[in-house]
């Protein structure tokens, strides 16, 4: 078993592998410590995938495997339900080839395993971590596998996707008391790669296109979650076409569906410049607008960039660490605060606050110089002009 390292990555997932993929040729050791026994995952989750998140895949080789397996998005339709304004972007507006794409996250999953494992990475499996620590002179991962405790030391450590969650005193959470229901969902009309977000009082609805049909994803009050899974399909649909309205004609048919708990978290600064925090171990953020694993692919990309400008003696110091949370400062905070606004702002029936969002609507949708700038940050991220 491996003992040292410069980089250990804690947490296989696509955005710890994005950050090992980000390093090849580098030269330096890198170590993934994955608890699953493979890298692989049966998950029917869709992921909006932006048009930036694309281009890092390609940049790191694993989009060729996944481009059949994900559904462009040509056209995104905004709305709110009870209220006038409306806004479409179109990929011509933005002047790219697609505004983003969908796929589910066992096919992401794949694709990346699938360079992961060919690329110069050690890769462990079946490594459950129990303790990240720092001194000032390394990182240290005690980790247990097979039976038995390991050791691992690095320059740097980085909690992942896959990473262990954060305690309480590390982080700072914000609980929306919703739930996002998911389902695979078919229409009367065919998608035309067009998704729509619908505004209700209970919180946003997200329609994907996946293939032939659509991917959902609807807010719901936490309360009532049991009470929606429970229903039966025929009446599961009746209350997604009284929400979301008939843009698409009738719904016809609804997958399996499932539940997860929404909220906002935060991680604390690490209080050791060794110890880093990437995609879900640094941020949660609500799935309006589906910025969140976009969020987690640019911190891995980023962070790979700052350790390749990085002489290997330096890795792991405070001047490094700095930098890296400076540059992601204004796309971390911007992105959490624009789901944060979009989630309270448009999750109530107040008719002030209505009009207020319906005339917002309108404005993004009849300046195109606006609708522009707002498609590409939800393209490239909260700093991106």
């Not at 659509?214 to 009446?235: F, H, I, K, M, N």
């Not at 978290?265 to 110890?275: D, G, N, V, Y």
Request: proline letters at 5%; aromatic letters at 6%.
């Amino acid at each position: 078993m491996i003992e040292h390292v410069d980089i250990a990555i804690i947490g296989g997932g696509p955005v710890g592998a994005s950050l090992a993929l980000g390093l090849e040729g580098s030269g330096l050791s890198v170590a993934v410590l994955e608890a699953r026994e493979k890298l692989e995952v049966a998950d029917p989750r869709a992921l909006a995938l932006s048009q930036g998140c694309r281009l890092t895949l390609e940049r790191l080789g694993a989009w060729a495997a996944l481009a059949p397996d994900a559904t462009a998005i040509e056209t995104i339709h905004v709305s709110q339900r009870g209220g006038l304004g409306r806004a479409v972007l179109t990929r011509e507006d933005a002047g790219v080839p697609a505004l983003g794409y969908v796929a589910e996250y066992g096919a992401l999953v794949a694709a990346l395993a699938g360079r992961l494992l060919v690329s110069d990475a050690t890769v462990v499996t079946g490594a459950r971590v129990t303790d990240v620590a720092a001194t000032k002179a390394y990182a240290a991962v005690r980790y247990q596998r097979g039976g038995a405790e390991h050791l691992l030391t690095a320059r740097m450590a980085v909690l992942s996707e896959g990473g262990r969650a954060l305690p309480a005193h590390m982080r700072q959470d914000k609980d929306y008391r919703q739930s996002a229901v998911i389902a695979n969902v078919s229409t009367q009309r065919p998608h035309g790669r067009r998704a729509y977000e619908r505004f209700t009082p209970e919180g946003p609805i997200a329609l994907l296109p996946l293939g032939d049909d659509y991917a959902l994803v609807w807010t719901t009050p936490s309360a009532q979650v049991e009470e929606r899974l429970a229903l039966g399909d025929a009446d599961f649909l009746a209350q997604l076409q009284a929400a979301f309205g008939d843009r698409q004609g009738r719904f016809t048919h609804a997958g399996p569906r499932a539940a997860f708990p929404l909220k906002l978290t935060l991680a604390a600064e690490s209080k050791s410049p060794r110890i880093q925090r990437i995609g879900n171990a640094a941020h949660v953020l609500h799935p309006v607008a589906g910025q969140g694993f976009n969020l987690g692919v640019r911190d891995a990309w980023h962070l790979a960039q700052r350790i390749l400008d990085t002489p290997r003696e330096r890795l792991g110091e405070a001047a490094m660490s700095n930098a890296y949370a400076a540059e992601r400062r204004v796309d971390v905070l911007g992105g959490s605060l624009m789901t944060d606004i979009l989630v309270e702002a448009f999750s109530n029936d107040r008719p002030l606050l209505g009009h207020a969002r319906g005339a917002a609507l309108a404005l993004l949708d009849l300046a195109p110089p606006l609708k522009t700038l707002f498609a590409r940050k939800m393209m490239f991220g909260a700093q991106a002009w």
